[in-house]
């Protein structure tokens, strides 16, 4: 099982803030979260490496890509956004991480705006778990408190999750689908709201605890193919008419 | 209530067995469905057609749209499939038919290859409801057959529908997920299979019935918008910090 | 198209809050609401009347059935119930309202515990629209808010709705999923959070609205019936063996 | 982890197919089937069992528990399928099969009528998986085939199921929604269709893996706990009005 975070990594190099908050990067920080909960196999890429980090050998060998971006989305290249695309198709698990709502990536997925309202005014956030049962909350009490936080509020332009896990309260007035399960293709896709680049939010236990959750639900698993449009062929006992 | 329905229409021109189908082209056919059962303001719409008859004037009019294509799904021009996805996104309604399931726009708002087996045998097909609550359901028996048809089979690359309301069987050996509902942000989208460009399927009872319902549960709704990324004021007594 | 308001109407002969909010009973201040909006047969019906006033004759006239309850859910008799959940499964709407969530006849439609957690302090509550497509979002802003309420929140023992068009947000900490659809056998099934036996809030014009807007989803459509486990003939030309 | 695999058992005493084809009974085959994959503590119980071998004992330790039934699911008693439908909304899996659509267990969590068409004449089946990168979908292939089967047909009185991965073709000409999966409470519960008591289908490895991959799926996690019905302190800095 090999996780790659990708961070887009343009904050930490000119905000002293997010130096300060993410003196690694912001990816480091989510590593580090995974590999504490006995995760061995975990990489990290950014916009500036060569193809972004993601190149054809990294993205071949990831089972669970992690994505994080803010204000260089229109960097990305369509190239690897193609080929992103059709790894998740294909069965890569793919978590989107707060910002990351307005990808390239996340948009192509979702077919929708990812439109929602924000604030930043560092308010309190409750993050309640709606649905116990779901893997993706293993190991979380009713609901975890963010005492800091950006306001991400509904609504949101995102397709009715297949799961709704998260529902977010904001101190300000709002609420927000904060984890939300889609399956796609042969592939699963978690977007998980909390999260940001100033605020520590990813040294969080429980922040950590649903992102290694989510990469546990989001792992690929050996189902059937969905065919590259093919003819298929009838039981052998129909009738085959000519047309 | 206005209605569009568009046909890429080029089958029309070369194929006879086309043209002994759909003498008026597919797009008449199911216009006309849909005045026989009270639709009163239904225009039609062709690739050949300037800006393929999708201009800002007709999208901005349409209430909900049709759409069928199939040999010429490239030949769309991406500035009109923007439109349309724009329109969706804001209410307009979307019925995806048959081969639609390749055309830009279907694929642009699932996210997902919309890949799928297909046999062209003309062999039976049996359309079953499955949720009988759902109002494209009414006025269906459990199940219509369909007595000659083109095969469309699962796995199909979509995301699970909002609602299910339709699986087809076919003599050949497969099911498909025939009919099926979806959100997208203030708009609604309806794929329906049954439908080909040589068998009379348009001209079915059943299949008009279908149509005419979807093309009512996918009409605008005057809810609230989405908003473009919005900053929100917080309630008044809330503090604010600087950041 | 007839609406039966039930209440069960205990609240309103004891408690002189209650009376003073709601001097004809809640029953009659949703009814009214209904009336505003277009409905013009609209009846009542309570726990005290001859068989809850749920008589076979008027559960066969009735499309929808609203249901209020609070103190005195163990008072329902269960052969009510019965003929209620069967009128619902073969296609009478159904919109259970706040504290109906404990309802014999919604634990026994979800299967579940239909368990929450509250809080009656008189908190700000604000609706917040998440499916703005939604037939039930009509006529709605992005949220309304009740200067004063009890709080309903999650984790809510609910089957994950159908469709989510609601969610709360409470001024004490809590979000809850507030207006909730499911489909269930040929019948459509409601639950809406707001509202309360001493707060005003069946008067205020969005709640009415919301109300109303489910009313017209709910209402039953002519579909086909779920077989009473019936054996089904094959089609004509496959071989019967004898078992 | 342990597995309860509960049968009636009442065909395996009276008819002799039955007895031919299960000799050890339905109960023992699935066990077998469980183990083989490496499940290594799988009990089974029986309806003639002292409290039908659901002791408190027993279903406090099991984690997922299947179940069986079909001529007899009016002698399960009441006792008993309370204190099963409290386990799984507390987190206990439970994996229905075929027959016991009609299970008192399986109608109680469902709360509709779960009925369906059904036909057994030995017609083939088909099961198609139309969600690939679901875990239940583990392993197989576009679809696997059963010889001879009984049908079960739509429109079947179930919930939508939040996540559906299988539909199945019978050569009768039918389809049925044959892999369900639902959240309920804090437990999950998997309905699978296929299988019979004189079919030998519960030997094919298909329908083993299916049912190994339920069981994983449906295996509790260790997430929060719904309340039964608290009051709930707000955050500190609400104002608290007497009510």
Request: with cysteine; glycine share 10%.
């Amino acid at each position: 099982m090999h996780v790659t975070v990708w961070n887009e990594g343009q904050h930490e190099k000119t905000n002293q803030r997010v130096m300060k908050a993410y003196p690694n990067g912001i990816h480091n920080a989510i590593a580090e979260g995974l590999r504490e909960r006995g995760f061995d196999s975990v990489g990290t890429a950014t916009l500036d490496d060569p193809e972004h980090g993601l190149t054809d050998e990294v993205l071949a060998k990831t089972n669970v890509l992690l994505w994080w971006g803010h204000m260089a989305h229109e960097k990305v290249s369509d190239a690897v956004v193609d080929k992103v695309h059709k790894r998740v198709l294909e069965g890569m698990g793919l978590i989107v991480l707060h910002s990351g709502h307005f990808s390239k990536i996340f948009k192509r997925l979702m077919g929708t705006t990812c439109n929602l309202m924000w604030r930043e005014i560092g308010e309190k956030e409750r993050v309640w778990v709606v649905n116990p049962a779901h893997p993706i909350a293993e190991g979380l009490s009713n609901y975890f408190e963010i005492p800091e936080t950006e306001m991400y509020g509904e609504p949101f332009g995102i397709p009715e999750p297949d799961s709704l896990v998260l529902i977010n309260w904001y101190a300000g007035g709002e609420v927000f689908r904060g984890g939300c399960c889609y399956y796609r293709g042969q592939g699963k896709v978690f977007y998980f709201s909390p999260g940001h680049e100033t605020f520590p939010i990813y040294y969080q236990k429980e922040v950590r605890q649903v992102i290694a959750n989510a990469v546990k639900w989001a792992a690929p698993t050996n189902g059937p193919k969905i065919p590259v449009e093919n003819r298929a062929k009838p039981l052998e006992d129909i009738e085959i008419k000519e047309f």
